[in-house]
């Protein structure tokens, strides 16, 4: 059975909001467990893969709403599940995005300023 192009651009964008919760929970734990006196490096280095990675989800999620879009122009039938899944997706990992990026900037400005 083929998988078709916006369902895998969704399980990706789905995928990359797990591995950003996986990384911050991880990052949450050894915060707790062993708190180490000077950990704004580990941080800033957390805070930029959360973000990264998200970004990319995004990009994916963009790209499923795009594919579903041409599928919709060609009359082609668009499932309300796939399109409920893709904004989903979307909306979570813009509001990572936008969660993620003041606590990087937070971080660079104690570390450097």
Do not use: Q, W
């Amino acid at each position: 059975m083929k998988i078709k192009s916006h369902t895998k651009l969704n399980l990706y964008s789905f995928i990359s909001i797990g591995i950003s919760a996986v990384i911050y929970f991880i990052f949450m734990i050894m915060d707790i467990f062993y708190p180490p006196k000077d950990n704004e490096l580990f941080l800033l280095i957390t805070i930029s893969l959360i973000l990264v990675i998200s970004i990319i989800g995004m990009i994916y999620s963009i790209l499923s709403s795009k594919s579903l879009r041409e599928r919709e122009i060609s009359n082609i039938c668009v499932p309300k599940v796939d399109l409920f899944l893709t904004i989903a997706a979307l909306i979570i990992n813009v509001g990572i995005v936008v969660l993620t990026l003041p606590a990087l900037i937070i971080t660079i400005k104690f570390m450097y300023f």
